[in-house]
C-alpha cells in the first residue's frame, strides 16, 4: 500500500497563491505518475495537473498559466504551486499516485482549498 498525505491547503482571497504538498509513503516502488485532482461541491471529481516519472506534465485548460506542478522523485513528494486562485478553484484537492507496475492508483484524503472573492 501507498500513503499519501496531503498539506498545504487553506482559505485565501482571490488572487492569492498556495503551495500544495504531496508525500507518499510505504509501498512507494514503481510510482510513476503523480496528480492532483479537485472536487467541488455537486461537482465531479476532475483532473487538475499531473506529471510523468520524466517531468512531463499535463494542466486542465482552467488552471493552465496559473498552476504549476512538480515533483522530487527522490522524496517521493508532488507539489502544486497554485497562483492568481480564482473562487471557481475552490475544492478539495486530492493527490494521486499511479504504481506503473500494477496500474494500481492511490489516493489522498484530500485537502480543502477556498478562495473568497
Known amino acids: 500500500q501507498v500513503q499519501l498525505v496531503e498539506s498545504g491547503g487553506g482559505l485565501v482571497e482571490a488572487g492569492g497563491s498556495l503551495r500544495l504538498s504531496c508525500a507518499a509513503s510505504?509501498?512507494?516502488?514503481?510510482?510513476?505518475?503523480m496528480g492532483w485532482y479537485r472536487q467541488a461541491p455537486g461537482k465531479q471529481r476532475e483532473l487538475v495537473a499531473d506529471?510523468?516519472?520524466?517531468?512531463?506534465?499535463n494542466y486542465a485548460d482552467s488552471v493552465k498559466g496559473r498552476f504549476t506542478i512538480s515533483r522530487e522523485s527522490a522524496r517521493n513528494t508532488v507539489f502544486l504551486q497554485m497562483n492568481s486562485l480564482k473562487p471557481e478553484d475552490t475544492a478539495v484537492y486530492y493527490c494521486?499516485?499511479?504504481?506503473?507496475?500494477?496500474?494500481?492508483?492511490?489516493w489522498g484524503r484530500g485537502t480543502q482549498v477556498t478562495v473568497s472573492s
Open positions: 494521486k499516485v499511479r504504481r506503473e507496475s500494477t496500474m494500481a492508483d492511490f
Open positions: 510505504g509501498s512507494i516502488f514503481s510510482i510513476g505518475n
Open positions: 506529471i510523468t516519472s520524466g517531468g512531463r506534465s
